[in-house]
């Protein structure tokens, strides 16, 4: 019970608003940029290495800008598409290799200089035994009726016993405080001591339209329970996690030159252990896959292709779910039937 309160105070004050780590800003003289968050959709070709990053964008000040996206081996990324929406916002996508992690967005709005606005760090939270970590939206879909989301996780044993990771281990709450529970996910898991899991998929379906998703929650109603908040947990990389330790007596690093020198001395806990052994480099461009593959015509295909792909994923889920409910009722009448003659 102590730990429902304690999450409901929680929920609470992250629906007032005391504590937001969204969304990212950066500005100059001219003109401001907004990142009010970013989710991943897979390519429809099953053995590719790739994946689509979705960033929504908000941009005062100017008409255009051109944006590039640095991850945490210091390759950088080009836009393959611009999806316009009201207001001065828009989506961009980025064709990435799956599952980086990524460190800034440079974004030059058109005639004005460049802004650098550094990523956020992958969300955690932790007890003496299990430590859970979210890195964000990894598919989703959404009609008139309902939407589906898929969220990606990791699980760390910090205690000197194994534990046991099942997708029911994981709740996820929306912008009201309401909580649902995984329909899809991984198998269970057993984590010997020391010891954690790959990224695992979470899946819930028939969530609300209206759905935002806000808090993730680990064990709930346990006396161990953990939640991720996601408005307060997202909050951005360091300078010294972004450019180097050099950056550290340095505050003025958020410029053109320092881009070219930049280097990742992030620690293995805050980069989910993949910056832990880089040291300075120059900033590549990754391979032919994001300056060829990525061209506007191509990624177009690809996402209209993984949009099919889950357009025929709930379908099949409906079809799934109506085919549970017909056999029920088949069974009840049944048993009626056989009540009646006997």
Known sequence: MRSIIILIALLLAMASGTALGLPLQGSND???????????????????????????????GA??????????????????????????????????????????????PEGSDPIYIKWWITPNASNDRIKVRYYGITDSSVNSDEQMLVLQVSVQNTANQSINVTPFNFTLFDQWGW???????????????GSGTDRLLLGFTALPPAFRPAALAYDYGTPEAM?????????PLSDE????????????????????????????????????????????KPPANNSAAAKI???????AASEARLAAT?????????????????????????????
């Open 30 to 60: 001219n003109a401001t940029v907004v990142i009010f968050g970013s989710s991943r959709m897979p390519v429809a070709d099953e053995n590719s290495t790739l994946e689509i990053l979705k960033v929504d964008v908000g941009l005062m």
């Open 63 to 108: 008409e255009n800008a051109s944006y590039e996206l640095l991850d945490q081996n210091d390759l950088t990324y080009d836009p393959g598409l611009y999806r316009p929406l009201s207001s001065g916002k828009q989506t961009v996508y980025f064709l990435t290799e799956m599952d980086s992690l990524f460190k800034l967005i440079n974004v030059t």
């Open 179 to 193: 909580n649902y529970r995984p329909t899809l996910g991984f198998d269970p898991e057993t984590v010997a001591p």
């Open 227 to 235: 939640v991720i908040e996601f408005e307060k947990d997202y909050v």
């Open 241 to 284: 996690l972004v450019y180097g330790a050099a950056s550290a007596s340095n505050s003025a690093v958020n410029n053109a030159s320092a881009q070219a020198g930049m280097a990742a001395a992030a620690p293995v806990d805050q980069m989910a252990n993949q910056m832990a052994n880089q040291t300075a480099a120059s900033v590549e």
């Open 297 to 303: 015509s191509s990624i177009k295909d690809m996402v």
């Open 314 to 342: 709930r379908q099949g889920l409906n079809q799934t779910d109506q085919d549970a409910k017909d056999a029920a009722i088949s069974t009840a009448a049944l048993n009626n039937s056989t009540a009646t003659i006997l």
